[in-house]
């Protein structure tokens, strides 16, 4: 009887710590799993801080990288002055905007004159100019019926100057030049009583984007310099005091090249 005592005792005893153990491990269990949470919740909030530094951070440089080209940009703007004497018209183009034309009609008889315009821009910027020789018709001819019906010739002379007066560019050699009109192919056609029918004429298209800085004028060919004495530059050409190296520029022929297109990159 005793025996049977001390076994249901041992048995009972057993049990309960097996029950002990048991609970012990759920509660282990338990408080790995919350601390498990716990460093999960942390983790997460430590990376949504981070990602939140972060963009802050991205902002901030998105804003100093405007800020500064803005101050660049405005740091490297300048002010321009070009004096440019024509026979007969002009119109001057900086970055592909027009900055001043010629304010005496190309159609005025001896419409030769000198004109001035200011213009703001940053190195490096494209030169452009339009220059048209006086023509009555797609001839090439002046004064048609009349006594003195010729070719007329052209010829135009520019210089830059910064806000110090300093020259920055001249017209040369170096500019690049696309004639678009000539005319009378057939010089012999000067005299004719009837130029329109017997004169013979080359017009090219104006490519649309000539003027603007990405158009590429490698194809052109350079400007040819002129000496006054071929020129014979009137009416405002001597209102100007011209640098020693600006140069009368045209196409090839004085008489036969019309309308010339003229461009140049000035950098600093």
Same mark, same amino acid.
């Given at each position: ?6 076994l249901?005792?041992?048995?009972a005893?057993?049990g309960?710590?097996c =029950? &002990? #153990? %048991?609970?012990?491990t759920?509660v !282990?269990e $338990?408080?790995?799993? +919350? ?10 909030e ?9 963009d802050?951070?991205?902002?901030d440089?998105a804003?100093d990288? =405007? &800020? #500064? %080209?803005?101050?660049?940009?405005? !740091?490297? $703007?300048?002010s321009? +002055?070009?004096e440019?004497w024509a026979?007969?018209?002009m ?8 900055v001043?034309?010629?304010?005496v009609s190309?159609t005025?008889e001896r419409?030769?004159? &000198?004109?001035?315009?200011t213009?703001?821009? !940053?190195?490096?910027?494209?030169l ?5 020789d006086y023509?009555?018709?797609d001839s090439?001819?002046?004064y048609?019926g009349?006594?003195?019906?010729q070719?007329?010739?052209g010829g135009i002379?520019?210089q830059? &100057? ?21 005319a009378?192919?057939?010089t ?12 013979e004429?080359e017009?090219s ?6 003027t603007?800085?990405?158009f590429?004028?490698?194809a052109?060919?350079s400007a040819t310099?002129?000496?006054a004495a071929?020129v014979?530059?009137?009416l405002?050409?001597?209102?100007i005091?011209?640098?020693g190296?600006?140069?009368l520029?045209w196409?090839?022929d004085?008489?036969v090249d019309?309308?010339?297109?003229l461009?140049t990159t000035v950098?600093?």
């Amino acid at each position: 009887m005793l025996r049977r005592i001390s076994l249901l005792l041992l048995v009972a005893l057993v049990g309960a710590a097996c =029950s &002990s #153990d %048991a609970a012990d491990t759920v509660v !282990a269990e $338990a408080t790995d799993a +919350t601390e498990s949470t716990e460093t999960t919740e942390t983790a997460d909030e430590v990376s949504d801080d981070t990602e939140e530094t972060d963009d802050a951070s991205s902002d901030d440089d998105a804003v100093d990288s =405007s &800020s #500064d %080209a803005d101050t660049t940009e405005s !740091a490297t $703007a300048e002010s321009f +002055t070009i004096e440019v004497w024509a026979d007969n018209w002009m119109a001057v183009y900086v970055d592909g905007e027009l900055v001043g034309e010629d304010s005496v009609s190309i159609t005025t008889e001896r419409s030769f004159n &000198s004109e001035v315009f200011t213009f703001e821009a !940053a190195y490096p910027f494209t030169l452009a100019i339009e220059a048209k020789d006086y023509k009555e018709t797609d001839s090439g001819l002046e004064y048609i019926g009349e006594s003195n019906q010729q070719m007329g010739d052209g010829g135009i002379i520019a210089q830059v &100057s910064d806000s110090s007066g300093a020259i920055v560019s001249v017209t040369n050699a170096d500019w690049q030049s696309l004639v678009v009109h000539r005319a009378p192919l057939n010089t012999d056609c000067e005299s004719d009583s009837d130029p329109d029918a017997n004169c013979e004429y080359e017009i090219s298209e104006t490519p649309g984007d000539w003027t603007s800085v990405d158009f590429d004028d490698s194809a052109w060919t350079s400007a040819t310099e002129w000496s006054a004495a071929d020129v014979d530059p009137k009416l405002g050409y001597d209102e100007i005091s011209w640098d020693g190296s600006a140069q009368l520029i045209w196409g090839t022929d004085l008489e036969v090249d019309n309308t010339v297109l003229l461009r140049t990159t000035v950098a600093n």
